[in-house]
C-alpha cells in the first residue's frame, strides 16, 4: 500500500468539484424538507416525505460527493484517469442532480410522470459515469501503481453494487409509474446501495486515504485482501436467499449476520488505528470519521433489535444510522480535505514560475495562501458539532421521539448552513487568489491560463 499520492495526476477543477458542491445544496434542501415535514417524514419508511429525504440523502448528499471524489481518487491515487474527464462529469452531474430533484418531486406529490422522468434522468446518468470509470479501469489496468492496488479490489466491488443498485431502482421506480405491480426488491436495493455502493467505496478509500491523511498505521493485509471480497460475496448471497422461496429465514439472517460483522471488524480496525495515529491533535476531519464509525459500530445492535424484536421503528433507525450517522459524517468529513486541497492545488498550478527566478517565486508564495487557510479548523469543528447533533436528533426522531422529528429539520439547515460558508469561504479565498496573481507584476515568468486548470467552470 502505497503512502503517496500523484498530485500531477489530478484532474481538472470542473470534474469533482461540482459533485461536491451539491453536498451542502441538497443537505439544505433535505433540512428545509424535514422541518416543513415534521414528524410526518419520520412516521414510516413508506411516508412520501420520508422517501424523499431518503433520495435527496443517497443521490444529492451522498451520491453526488462519492462520484466526485472517486474521479479524483483513481487518478491521483491509482493512475487511472477518465478520458474525457470534464465533459463526463458535467453530464453525468447535471442528469443527477435533476434526476434527483425530479425524483423526489415524485414522491412528495406521488406522481407516475415524475418517477418516470427520473429514471429518464438517472438511468443516463450512471451509466454513462459507469462506463467512463469502467472503460478507465480496464484501460489502465497495467499502468496502475502497484501500491494501490489493493483499494481498486473494494472500487471495483462498489461499482458493481452501485449497478446493481441503480439497476432495481430503476424497475423500482419504472413500476410505480407505469403502475405495474411492486416488485418485492425495496431491501435488496437499500443493501446494494448502502452496504455495496456506499459501505466498499468508503472502506477502499479508508485503506488509501487515513495512512496518509491521518498518519495512521495502514491496515492490516488480511483485512485489505479478504474484506472486499467478502462482502460482495455475502450481497450475493443475501440477494439469492431474498429470492428464493421456501427456505429458512435463518440462512437470509446469517447472511446479514456476518454482513454486520465484517463491517463491525471494519469500524473496529479503524477506531484503533484512529485512536493510535502518529498526528496527536485530532482534526475535524478524525473527529467525523470517529462519528461514521462509531455509528457504524450501533447499526450491529440496531440490526438486532429489528431482526428479533417487533417495532418497525428499529428499520427506521438503522437507516438514519447508516445514511445520516456512517456515510454522512465521513462525507461531510472527506470535504474538510478534498475541497482545500483542490483549491489549492488548482491556485498553485494557475502559474508556472521558473527554477531560476526565485524572486519571482518569494512574489507568489506571499499571495498563496497555505491549504490550511482554505477552512479554518475552528469552523469545520463547530460545523462537526452541528452534525453530530444531527445524527442524534434524526436517530431518536427515527425512534418515534416527536420533539426530535420536529428539531431534525431545523438542525440540519443549521448544519447545511455550516458547510456551505466554510466552503464557500474557501472558494472566496481561491478566486481572491487567482486575482491577486493576476495583478502581480511578472519577470520572466510564463504564465499558465487560468481556465485550465484553475478555473471552477
Known amino acids: ?39 410526518q417524514a419520520f412516521a414510516s419508511r413508506w411516508n412520501g416525505a420520508a422517501l424523499a429525504l431518503t433520495h435527496l440523502w443517497t443521490l444529492g448528499i451522498l451520491g453526488s460527493a462519492m462520484m466526485g471524489a472517486l474521479l479524483q481518487i ?20 447535471a442528469l443527477l442532480t435533476a434526476g434527483t430533484l425530479l425524483l423526489a418531486v415524485g414522491f412528495l406529490g406521488w406522481w407516475p410522470a415524475a418517477w418516470i422522468g427520473a429514471v429518464a434522468l438517472l438511468a443516463p446518468a450512471f451509466a454513462l459515469y459507469l462506463s467512463a470509470v469502467t472503460l478507465a479501469l480496464w484501460r489502465y489496468r497495467r499502468q496502475v501503481y502497484k501500491g494501490a492496488r489493493e483499494i481498486l479490489v473494494p472500487v471495483r466491488g462498489a461499482l458493481i453494487a452501485l449497478a446493481c443498485a ?92 456476518l454482513l454486520t460483522g465484517a463491517y463491525t471488524l471494519w469500524a473496529g480496525v479503524t477506531l484503533r488505528l484512529l485512536w493510535t495515529r502518529k498526528r496527536p491533535q485530532p482534526e475535524a476531519t478524525t473527529l467525523f470519521w470517529y462519528a461514521g464509525m462509531l455509528s457504524l459500530l450501533a447499526c450491529a445492535p440496531v440490526w438486532i433489535w429489528m431482526t428479533h424484536g417487533p417495532s418497525p421503528r428499529a428499520g427506521l ?35 508556472i514560475v521558473p527554477d531560476r527566478n526565485p524572486a519571482q517565486a ?20 463547530w460545523q462537526w458539532a452541528a452534525h453530530v447533533a ?58 499558465r491560463p487560468a481556465g485550465r486548470s484553475g478555473s471552477i467552470g
Request: proline share 7%; aromatic share 8%.
Open 317 to 351: 433507525v438503522l437507516g438514519v444510522l447508516m445514511i445520516v450517522g456512517v456515510l454522512g459524517s465521513v462525507v461531510n468529513g472527506m470535504l474538510y480535505k478534498i475541497v482545500p486541497f483542490l483549491l489549492w492545488k488548482h491556485a498553485q498550478d494557475a502559474v
Open 166 to 257: 441503480v439497476l432495481i431502482g430503476a424497475i423500482l421506480a419504472l413500476s410505480l409509474g407505469l403502475g405495474w405491480a411492486l416488485p418485492d426488491r425495496v431491501d435488496a436495493h437499500v443493501l446494494w446501495g448502502l452496504a455495496g455502493w456506499g459501505g466498499l467505496l468508503l472502506m477502499g478509500m479508508s485503506f488509501q486515504l487515513l495512512p496518509i491523511f491521518q498518519l495512521t498505521e495502514l491496515y492490516p493485509k488480511p483485512l485489505t485482501r479478504w474484506l472486499p471480497l467478502l462482502i460482495p460475496g455475502l450481497l450475493l448471497a443475501w440477494t439469492a436467499l431474498d429470492a428464493s422461496s421456501g427456505l429458512p429465514r435463518l440462512m437470509r439472517e446469517t447472511a446479514e449476520l
Open 1 to 39: 500500500m502505497q503512502r503517496a499520492l500523484d498530485f500531477d495526476k489530478t484532474p481538472a477543477l470542473g470534474v469533482p468539484l461540482p459533485f461536491l458542491l451539491n453536498v451542502p445544496l441538497f443537505a439544505l434542501l433535505a433540512g428545509v424538507l424535514a422541518a416543513w415535514a415534521g414528524p
Open 74 to 93: 483513481l487518478a491521483v491515487a491509482c493512475n487511472v484517469p477518465v478520458n474525457a474527464a470534464r465533459a463526463t462529469a458535467g453530464l453525468a452531474h
Open 390 to 447: 444531527v445524527v442524534l436528533c434524526w436517530a431518536l426522531a427515527a425512534a418515534g421521539w416527536t420533539p426530535a422529528a420536529r428539531a431534525a429539520g431545523p438542525l440540519l439547515v443549521m448544519s447545511a448552513a455550516g458547510l456551505a460558508w466554510n466552503i464557500g469561504g474557501a472558494l472566496r479565498l481561491y478566486r481572491e487568489t487567482l486575482r491577486a496573481m493576476a495583478a502581480l507584476p511578472h519577470h520572466g515568468t510564463t504564465s
Open 362 to 381: 518569494r512574489v507568489y508564495l506571499k499571495v498563496l495562501p497555505k491549504m490550511a487557510a482554505y477552512i479554518g479548523e475552528r469552523p469545520a469543528r
